[in-house]
């Protein structure tokens, strides 16, 4: 990774840009140690021309289970399957160069045991290209990422509000009782412990985000974990205001849900008035 240092007469907006233009290819051992430096900018995509996209600006882009939701219009992440995250980790890692892929692994591949979670990590990997996978849980699922990360499969983790969990939880349920802190701060350690290289800390209050952060040395990834994290993810429909919930940690850096109705409407209502396709739009005859 290149070495980050001031030049002078340059801002601070202007330094991060150059940084990332001049970006080499992200692996495992770059984004550990970005641990505390410039903040990780993550972004999820399950498309080629998204992650495309993306991947002119991201740090890693994960390929998450939230594409259940908002991509196959599912309640909740409980029904993706282990294909449905292939072939949309396929499509994302033709499209992105240089940010590091991570695929999600869904509901019931892992949590059987540690063969079960490298028999399918492994076919993820080998299957899309992805460099690395994600899965959810702390304590319990620490001999399963020690089992992994030593066979050659790096793992993000994922602490905090466990949407696999949500029938054990009642819900999607953020962590701001004071109650329930050390547990999750124990998860975090337990993960790193283990060898997980990253960990996503989903729905925590800002002062547990902020302890996990300063009490371990692999970065930390937050969604709805406040800027103290050591990088930022968001779901990429979330963002640009392509799905209709909007979570207190969301942020709408765009509304193409409003510029989606627009089009379709001017095109319905050209296609009725007969004024599209137009002449420009229409072959003419080859004249030999
Ligand atoms: O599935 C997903 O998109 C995720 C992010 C919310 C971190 O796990």
């Not at 002078?8 to 641990?35: C, H």
């Not at 990422?145 to 949407?163: C, D, F, N, S, T």
């Amino acid at each position: 990774m290149s070495t980050i240092s001031k030049k002078i007469g340059v801002t601070d907006a202007e330094q991060s840009k150059n940084i990332l233009n001049d970006r080499k290819v992200m692996t495992v051992p770059d984004f550990r140690a970005r641990k505390g430096t410039q903040p990780l900018v993550c972004l999820t995509a399950y498309t080629a021309h998204v992650a495309h996209l993306v991947d002119a600006e991201a740090d890693m882009i994960l390929v998450g289970d939230s594409l259940g939701m908002v991509i196959h219009g599912m309640p909740n992440t409980l029904g993706v399957t282990i294909e449905h995250m292939i072939m949309h980790g396929q499509a994302v890692v033709r499209g992105a160069q240089k940010a590091l892929v991570v695929v999600d692994m869904p509901f019931g591949s892992y949590e059987e045991s540690p063969e079960v979670a490298f028999r399918n990590a492994s076919r993820i990997i080998k299957e899309t290209g992805c460099t690395a996978v994600k899965l959810e849980g702390g304590q319990e699922m620490a001999s399963t990422i020690q089992h992994l990360a030593a066979r050659g499969i790096p793992v993000m983790a994922h602490v905090g509000l466990m949407p696999q969990q949500m029938n054990t939880a009642g819900g999607f349920k953020a962590v701001r009782d004071e109650d329930s802190w050390q547990a999750v701060i124990l998860d975090a350690k337990a993960v790193e412990a283990a060898g997980a290289f990253s960990v996503v800390i989903e729905g925590v209050a800002e002062e547990l985000a902020q302890k996990i952060t300063k009490s371990i040395l692999i970065p930390t990834i937050g969604i709805g974990a406040s800027a103290h994290c050591d990088g930022q993810i968001l779901v990429f429909e979330d963002m640009i205001g392509l799905f209709p919930r909007v979570p207190t940690f969301v942020k709408r850096y765009g509304n193409m849900e409003e510029m989606m109705i627009n089009a379709i409407n001017r095109y319905s209502s050209e296609v009725r008035d007969r004024s599209f396709p137009a002449a420009e739009h229409t072959y003419k005859p080859k004249k030999n």
